[in-house]
């Protein structure tokens, strides 16, 4: 019943701005962190934000300032804000849910992953 589905991925213009959602069900939503990752080809996934369930936020250095994560628990939903966006910005994006409320941690210890939407993000 656990799922994860992310939404909203596009091609974008460099320095252009796109939010991407994403719904989680079958967990308690309000009660877990809440993070966003990326994968470009050929490279490791890694973190880009992650939101706890008492709303402190961490970014990874190359977005923060550029990228705001958010969350509606009413909504079972969080979002990623990316503004001024970069070549490198591009992959895929996954959004996945943790069993606990901390949010400050690698990727191999989050538990439930959506299936991922692509961005890519032109010159």
């Known amino acids: 019943q656990v799922q994860v589905v992310e939404s909203g991925g596009d091609s974008v213009q460099a320095g252009g701005s796109h939010r991407l959602t994403c719904t989680g069900s079958?967990?308690?939503?309000?009660?877990?962190?809440m993070g966003w990752f990326r994968q470009a080809p050929g490279k490791e996934r890694e973190g880009v934000s992650s939101?706890?369930?008492?709303?402190?936020?961490i970014y990874a250095p190359s977005v923060k300032g550029r990228f705001t994560i958010s969350r509606d628990n009413a909504k079972n939903t969080v979002y990623l804000q990316m503004n001024n966006l970069k070549p490198e910005d591009t992959g895929m994006y996954y959004c996945?849910?943790?069993?606990?409320?901390?949010?400050?941690?690698?990727?191999?210890?989050?538990?439930?992953w959506g299936r991922g939407t692509q961005v890519t993000v032109s010159s």
């Open positions: 939101i706890s369930a008492g709303g402190s936020r």
């Open positions: 996945a849910a943790s069993r606990t409320a901390m949010g400050f941690k690698p990727a191999s210890l989050w538990d439930y």
């Open positions: 079958g967990f308690p939503f309000a009660d877990v962190a």
